[in-house]
């Protein structure tokens, strides 16, 4: 074990364990609201796009050095209570040596589909050698930020097997629901064999020192609430299961999601975030209430001046007022386009706003 596993309170040291931000992922009082941004560590930020001059993406990611800078610009420029490590959903299957690239404009393009049996046999489990720059960068980055902790995270089974069985990004899923529905047995295994790759990409991210993870299931709204019981629920639980012993807080997040939050929350998610399309109150009901709640200013409203976004965050606020616990949050990540200063003014009104 790593040395920031020496005195530990709640699965986290001992030193960040009281932090607004762990305090709300447990349901416990906080001193005011924290807040985070997905996304916030990247295009959004003019230092950013200097930083990754000339970089390749997932060249970014695979060097600490620039990991841990990109991850800690938000947290210096908005003053956010957590920060979330610079990396991408596709990490470890480019360290698996799947074949892929991130195009710009388009995101992962996959060149070699997995579409039949014998395509399974190039997803091999995920020895933690293979991101050993992911863990280096996760301790250079915890040693930078003192007292802010770290989200770690990795694509959920369902988003990684689409990007894999459709190749890069889709609207229709085609070819992913057809081996859902085809192929069932060949679609258990290979959401068997991702959650697997997605546990030990969290674990070797908690080790080196994250203290949450979140699991990001950004394609789930395409799916009925059953399809997503039957077949991607317990490959989701699977990987939460994998994480559960380290005692780290646990977020599930999807877009699109509204029809599925019980589901997601009965995954093992210890906090869920709720995309911008239900507010906070209603997707406490839908989930049974008892759990704290991450979310969800619509992006958009950014672009909409400061007299709007302060109306609108108040209305997430207001909506929050009655959970065990509140992690605020846009309903998904960071536009480019979106001015930084109007996110650093969002963190300061959100602590203005619930200063106990």
Known sequence: MSDHSATVRNGVPAALADSDFLRACRGEPVR?????????AGRSLPEYREARRGVPMLESCFRPDLATEITLQPVRRHGVDAAVFFSDIVVPLKALGIELDIKPGVGPVIEKPVRTRADLDRLVPLDPGMVAPIAEAVRLTVAELGGTPLIGFAGAPFTLASYLVEGGPSRTYENTKAMMYGAPELWRELMER???????????QIEAG???????????????????????????????????????PRI??????????????????????VDWRVPLDEASRRIGGGKPLQGNLDSTVL???????????????DDAAGLPG???NL???????????????LVAYVHEQTER
């Open 32 to 40: 005011r609201t924290p807040v985070w941004f997905m996304r916030q």
């Open 194 to 204: 991702i959650a697997g790759i997605a546990a030990v990409f969290l674990n070797v």
């Open 210 to 248: 994250a203290s949450a993870v979140q699991l990001f299931d950004s394609w789930a709204g395409a799916l009925s609430p059953r399809d997503y019981r039957e077949l991607v629920l317990p490959a989701s639980r699977s990987v939460f299961e994998a994480v559960a012993a380290t005692g780290v």
């Open 252 to 273: 599930h997040f999807g877009v699109g999601t509204g029809e599925l939050l019980r589901l997601m929350s009965e995954a093992g998610a210890d906090v869920v975030g």
């Open 303 to 317: 672009f909409a001046g400061d007299e709007v976004v302060r109306e609108h965050a108040r209305r997430v606020l």
């Open 326 to 328: 509140h992690i605020f």
């Open 331 to 345: 309903g998904h990540g960071v536009m480019p386009n979106t001015d930084p200063e109007a996110l650093t003014r």
